[in-house]
């Protein structure tokens, strides 16, 4: 989400500030998803509880991590409910919504429809045990869960049944045309996302129904609609709205939303992941469109995905790192670095903990922050913290300094084409061009040999130190926010580039950076492995616990395995056949007081060769403090029971 999303558009939008611009940046959590609901019930809570504690948790993230939104909402506010269901009246009024019975996936045992986040199943496309009823999240494609091979409930992994419901359609359909050449006049948009639209078109646009069977969310506001609520997918990005009528209304000027939203000349730009092309570049126009007063997207540059130590990122499943995880343990700026100079902006990244500490390391200390300190500790050291006044800037140092005004400008019409990851290669190129100057300078010698060229490379130093500042904020604004306060600078601007400010003297020094060890990185790697390992273990469905046949077995005979103290063959009687097993329970069991026993068996695993015996089965075994106990039924249940 970080890599996506929400840092690119950070980074846009403070550079856009040091611009000057009128720019709002505009955010919220949607908290009408269905994972909410199935979060509330397996917690016992109700879904307000669930966004009321991860609404602040957040926001509090974001803010830690330097997103600066001006206004950062929510959409279970009243405010978002009365602006969606004005929207939708709006459009229903205009006769692109309307009412049809659908064949819809009902839960005998949970009595209720279910919605799509309810289901899931193979894709009918690809084949991904495991899609979704909206969508497929291997393949991308949208779904209907009636299409899905095997469903089940995700509540109680029963096997629903299809009966008939009405819902509320969108007609999504009738947009196909405009939205197409809507896309083709958008010349300067990113390839993925024109791809991805063209391949929908050849497809063909389907309305889409826009309201479902839950209590949570966003009333329809009609009487025929009782019990039902809308579609996230068409709540969600009503919240851009809202959200900006909410920060008009709390700076204290109610109207001022209009100027953004109502004016043609606005820019309304998304910064989202691939997964959310069709949302926002297909769904949301053409919605836009239906309401008829507001501003399309201007544009949508959309990113690619950032996996994590090779593998896809899964907060399922336990392999992600966690925002107010990572801010307990690390500074910011290292992360905003790492991410954004990975960026995936036209394929997938991947993120991994050793790549982010060579990059703080080898990039962030031993680079730019080598810089910083070296020619502010030559300062304080050699000149009493008064800044040096150069006399005489020969030719090459002109030439440096230079560089300045060149590297802002390829930085300036890189992030205008939301380019993050080659600015900041551009901007730190510049960094490294310090060092080397300082190196070749040589003012550790010229300081006695030579004063005036001395007082030169320092000066020159100082003023790349202070273009640095500024041409680095939008990345690493913590950091350069540091840089100002030792060069006793003001704000940034970015005209200031043209000849960056210096003061007469510099304030305090301290390290920009800490090196983080390799101990450090791998023990964060740890951590990831051992919650994705308790993920595992934690949690399976119903029908996956279904899928292991254990059933009651009697032994019928056992014997120790030749030159082993531990492993025990066993031929087990399973009633209408047999299998050999061997089990390490030797140090607990004799054979001999084994045979005759009823005990419980994994009868379906695939046939392991253990000390070149085949073992076709498993038995199950207690372990605890007083050894290992193998399972013995109550009773007397016949061989070959099923467990269940």
Not at 311 to 333: H, I, K
Request: proline letters at 6%; a neutral charge.
């Amino acid at each position: 989400h970080l890599a996506g999303a929400y840092l690119p558009a950070d980074i846009y939008v403070r550079f856009k500030r040091l611009q000057g611009a009128d720019i709002i940046h505009i955010c919220g959590t949607d908290e009408h998803g269905v994972p909410i609901t199935i979060t509330a019930e397996k917690e016992k809570k109700t879904p307000k509880e669930i966004v009321d504690h991860y609404y602040q948790r957040i926001k509090d993230s974001f803010e830690r991590f330097g997103i600066t939104f001006d206004n950062f909402s929510r959409t279970s506010i009243p405010l978002h409910h009365k602006v969606s269901q004005d929207f939708f009246l709006k459009v229903k009024e205009k006769e692109y919504i309307y009412p049809k019975d659908v064949q819809q996936l009902f839960c005998p045992k949970c009595q209720r429809f279910l919605p799509d986040r309810y289901i899931a199943g193979t894709c009918p496309h690809c084949g991904f045990e495991e899609a979704r009823g909206d969508q497929c999240e291997k393949c991308g494609r949208w779904l209907e869960s009636t299409t899905l091979k095997n469903p089940r409930c995700k509540i109680c992994g029963g096997t629903p049944e299809i009966r008939s419901s009405r819902h509320w359609f969108f007609k999504l359909s009738g947009f196909q045309d405009k939205l197409k050449d809507w896309i083709k006049s958008k010349k300067g948009w990113k390839e993925n996302v024109r791809n991805f639209c063209e391949g929908w078109f050849k497809e063909g646009l389907d309305d889409r129904s826009i309201t479902r069977d839950l209590k949570w969310g966003v009333e329809v506001p009609l009487e025929e609609a009782k019990g039902k609520v809308m579609y996230v997918w068409f709540d969600a990005p009503i919240g851009y709205i809202s959200s900006t009528i909410e920060w008009a209304e709390r700076i204290g000027k109610p109207d001022l939303w209009k100027d953004y939203w109502f004016d043609k000349e606005t820019r309304l730009i998304h910064f989202i992941g691939k997964d959310n092309i069709v949302f926002h570049a297909l769904v949301w126009p053409a919605m836009l469109m239906a309401h008829g007063d507001y501003v399309l997207p201007s544009d949508i540059p959309a990113n690619e995905f950032l996996n994590l130590e090779g593998r896809p990122m899964s907060t399922s499943r336990g392999w992600a790192v966690w925002l107010p995880e990572y801010l307990e343990d690390f500074e910011p700026d290292p992360l905003r670095y790492a991410i954004a100079i990975n960026a995936p902006q036209s394929r997938d990244a991947d993120f991994s903990w050793r790549d982010y500490r060579r990059r703080n390391n080898d990039e962030l200390a031993d680079v730019l922050g080598n810089f910083v300190n070296r020619t502010l500790k030559f300062i304080e050291n050699n000149y009493n913290r008064g800044v040096p006044v150069a006399s005489l800037i020969d030719d090459a140092s002109k030439q440096v300094l230079a560089e300045i005004t060149k590297t802002a400008e390829k930085v300036e019409n890189l992030l205008e084409h939301f380019d993050v990851k080659q600015a900041l290669r551009e901007a730190m190129g510049l960094a490294q061009n310090g060092n080397q100057y300082f190196d070749h300078q040589k003012p550790w010698s010229t300081r006695k040999s030579n004063p005036l060229s001395c007082e030169q490379t320092i000066h020159v130093c100082t003023r790349i130190i202070s273009g640095l500042s500024i041409m680095l904020e939008p990345f690493l604004p913590f950091t350069c926010s540091k840089i100002r306060k030792m060069l006793n600078t003001g704000d940034p601007k970015w005209s200031d580039l043209k000849d960056p400010p210096i003061s007469e003297s510099i304030g305090e020094i301290s390290p920009l950076f800490s090196k983080i060890e390799t101990e450090t990185a791998e023990l964060q790697l740890d951590k990831i492995k051992k919650r994705a390992e308790t993920a595992r273990r934690q949690e399976i469905d119903i029908e996956q616990f279904q899928s292991v046949e254990i059933r009651i077995g009697r032994i019928l005979s056992a014997q120790l395995v030749p030159k082993s103290k531990n492993l025990i063959q066993m031929e087990v009687s399973f009633g209408e056949f047999a299998r050999s097993v061997v089990a390490g329970i030797g140090e607990h069991y004799k054979p001999e007081d084994l045979v005759g026993k009823k005990a419980a068996f994994v009868t379906n695993l695939r046939p392991a060769k253990i000390k070149g015996i085949v073992s076709e089965a498993m038995i199950l075994a207690a372990d605890w403090e007083d050894g290992i106990k193998i399972i013995i039924p109550d009773g007397d249940p016949p061989e070959g029971s099923k467990i269940r």
